[in-house]
């Protein structure tokens, strides 16, 4: 009998009571888990190790959380949490903008990390470390300009068939847009929509978020500007929507 697939999750914290409590919880959760207190035992994990999930501290000695979310993003599109503590909020924005997929901020509840978990694994199935991926489905497609956007296996692809990664926040950015479109929407709506939680005082967090979505998006659209910004108001995503 073929036994189901277990995700295996590597986690990063030079706290060794933190990294004690969270490999208990998520092996509870039934989850394959690996634990590194610094970058060195992080690489020498991911190198020899298939990995659905990284755990980031971004507080460490030697390399920072940072530069691990750049060198792994550039390699894989693998899922990434990074973790922050009440005072790095910057770090934590920065953290996003450059690739992670979600954040938990300390002290967190394992339920609260585990939740967190399980939603990026959804989003970023298929992808492992160095990179892994899977077919794009048949179901749910919705087209615009020159692309498909997979809304059950969370990929979007030209029509020519090239994958165009990304992160779960720029994913449900899109599915927000696609699902909504010549409509204006607001920073704090796009901002609930991405996250599904208030962030007090970075609502102009989208900006960047957006402007990433666009640089993706130009190629293929052979420069068009799918998302028009809507002076004091927010975004509007302007293509004609088709769904399959």
């Not at 036994?3 to 998520?26: N, S, Y």
């Not at 048949?138 to 059950?152: A, P, Q, S, V, W």
Request: aromatic residues 6%.
């Amino acid at each position: 009998m073929n036994l189901p697939t277990t995700e295996t999750i590597l986690v990063l914290d030079d706290d060794p009571d933190i990294r004690e409590e969270v490999r208990d919880a998520l092996t509870d959760e039934g989850f394959n888990v690996f634990t590194a207190e610094n970058g060195a035992k992080l690489w020498a994990l991911a190198k020899s190790n298939h990995i659905d999930l990284f755990v980031l501290d971004l507080m460490l000695p030697g390399e920072s959380g940072l530069s691990l979310v750049t060198r792994i993003r550039q390699e894989s599109d693998v899922g990434i949490i990074i973790v922050t503590g009440k005072t790095g909020e910057t770090d934590r924005i920065v953290g996003l903008e450059i690739g992670a997929d979600d954040y938990v901020s300390k002290p967190f509840s394992p339920r609260e990390l585990i939740a967190r978990v399980r939603t990026v694994l959804r989003r970023t199935r298929g992808n492992a470390y160095p990179g892994m991926t899977r077919e794009l489905g048949d179901k749910n497609i919705i087209g615009f300009g020159n692309y498909f956007l997979d809304m059950e296996m969370c990929q979007l692809r030209t029509t020519d068939g090239e994958e165009i990664h990304l992160t779960t926040a720029e994913y449900n950015l899109l599915k927000t847009f696609v699902e909504r479109p010549k409509r204006v929407l607001s920073r704090e709506f796009l901002m609930d929509a991405i996250h599904g939680r208030e962030w007090v005082g970075y609502d102009r967090g989208v900006d960047g978020l957006v402007s990433r979505l666009r640089r993706k998006l130009e190629p293929a659209a052979n420069k068009v500007q799918l998302v028009s910004t809507v002076r004091g108001l927010g975004y509007m995503f302007v293509s004609d929507v088709k769904r399959n």
